[in-house]
């Protein structure tokens, strides 16, 4: 049996991961959490599909706008850093919407301004952690699929408890309630950044690219640094092909998060208890699946399962909220559907820290992350406007329809074949500075 030493020197040798993934579903429940009492809440008091969309579009065109430009700051002023700082200012805003309302003083524009500054100040958070994942998986020597697998359970897991805990505060209490809880995730993320992880988390992100670039990506500042990371990405054809597949379906997920599934529950008169339920079962089985994944994913052929898992989880979703089925019978869809889509993460996330060399992740993930996210400020805005011009039932079929043909045809494309070919190879740039538990540990 290993000696307490032991198990103690390995406890510490795996807290960057931990201290990653951990702050990551606490910021990502609050999210969750969000995500159904603000639509709640403009839907309730409007009556409105069209301005429900309208504030997810606030909240979102900041988020994605922003995230195109942080990248650069993120590789030189330090993920860790930016995550700290932007919990902080996210966990203020988010305060102020319940506060506000309870004084009376809560306009449909202040609303609009409060969701914007969320959505701006929580871009590069979510960039940050994300940079963080491969660097704290190398510190912590965990397989980089393993790493990105237990970053899909840690989505899924804040996907499962998010809805569930904002679906009965919205039902018990009301919106204003899951808003608070919301700020007061943001706040415990930030206390888990600052106090969980390694100071020297992060500081990758600066030496190498001076190293990487020479004197010339010094000179050349911020725009050379974006500049680069463009031209990366553009000679990349597969991950080209993840950007704008991956960019459809956002804005299809969108529109399905924002306003059908919320309309869907109103007009079935299943109430907002129901779409935390949807939401639950299709979280607590992509959970599952991303477990499997992070356990046997670096065994299998990526391709197959990654146009597997989108066949799963794409139309059905869609399609059996027109069937006008039971509850119960959404909720097994939905399970299902989030069982396939447990897999598709952890392969994403793979391929991409894989390519993108080490001192370039946050400026090519920023740029990339802004294309693939670019459609859903729009989603829940033209979502809203075609519930409203032609009714839920024909607007979700056309949808489930779109999604199948941009998950599946795309898969014919040659570039996709690329996702196991290079699987192996390892992330470019140089290792990271030892810590202290790295160097009582030998290399796996």
């Not at 032991?6 to 609050?30: C, K, M």
């Not at 899924?156 to 408890?161: A, I, K």
């Not at 960019?247 to 529950?265: Q, S």
Request: overall charge positive; charged content about 15%; aromatic content about 6%.
């Amino acid at each position: 049996m290993p000696s307490e030493g032991t198990r103690a020197t390995g406890l510490a040798r795996l807290r960057p991961l931990a201290g990653v993934l951990t702050a990551l579903v606490v910021a990502q429940s609050g999210t969750r959490i969000s995500a159904i009492a603000i639509p709640w809440f403009v839907l309730v008091t409007t009556g409105s599909a069209t301005q429900t969309g309208l504030v997810a579009f606030c909240e979102m065109g900041p988020y994605v706008a922003i995230k195109a430009f942080t990248g650069p700051l993120v590789d030189r002023i330090g993920p860790r850093r930016i995550s700290w700082v932007a919990d902080v200012v996210s966990s203020v805003a988010a305060l102020l919407i319940p506060l506000l309302h309870a004084g009376g003083l809560l306009s449909f524009g202040a609303l609009l301004v409060l969701v914007a500054v969320i959505g701006a100040v929580r871009s590069p958070g979510d960039l940050a952690k994300d940079v963080m994942i491969p660097e704290a998986a190398e510190r912590s020597r965990v397989p980089l699929e393993r790493a990105t697998g237990l970053g899909g359970v840690v989505e899924r897991l804040s996907g499962t408890v998010g809805p569930a805990a904002g679906g009965a505060l919205v039902g018990l209490v009301g919106p204003m309630a899951g808003l608070g809880v919301n700020a007061a995730c943001f706040a415990l993320g930030s206390l888990i950044v600052a106090v969980a992880l390694p100071r020297g988390m992060g500081q990758l992100h600066g030496r190498p690219a001076e190293k990487a670039g020479g004197e010339g990506d010094r000179e050349g500042g911020y725009w050379h640094s974006f500049r680069q990371g463009f031209a990366f990405l553009r000679g990349e054809p597969l991950l080209l092909a993840l950007c704008a597949m991956i960019g459809v379906t956002n804005l299809l997920d969108a529109a399905y998060v924002a306003v059908f599934v919320p309309v869907w529950a109103k007009e079935s008169g299943h109430g907002p208890a129901a779409i935390g339920l949807v939401w639950a079962a299709f979280s607590i089985t992509a959970m599952v699946g991303s477990l499997v994944a992070a356990t046997v994913a670096h065994r299998l052929r990526r391709r197959p399962v990654f146009f597997l898992g989108w066949l799963v989880t794409g139309a059905p979703r869609f399609l059996i909220l027109v069937s006008g089925a039971p509850l119960w019978v959404v909720a097994v869809v939905m399970g299902v559907s989030g069982l396939g889509g447990g897999f598709i993460n952890p392969i994403i996330g793979a391929v991409m820290y894989e390519r993108i060399p080490t001192e370039m992740v946050g400026r090519v993930r920023g740029i990339g992350q802004a294309l693939t996210w670019a459609g859903i400020p729009l989603g829940g805005l033209l979502g809203g406007a075609a519930v409203a011009a032609i009714g839920l039932a024909p607007v979700l079929v056309a949808s489930g329809v779109v999604y199948f043909l941009t998950t599946n045809l795309a898969g014919l494309r040659p570039e996709w074949h690329e996702m196991d070919r290079h699987r192996g190879k390892g992330r470019a740039g140089p290792p990271h500075p030892a810590t202290p538990a790295d160097a009582a540990q030998s290399a796996s």
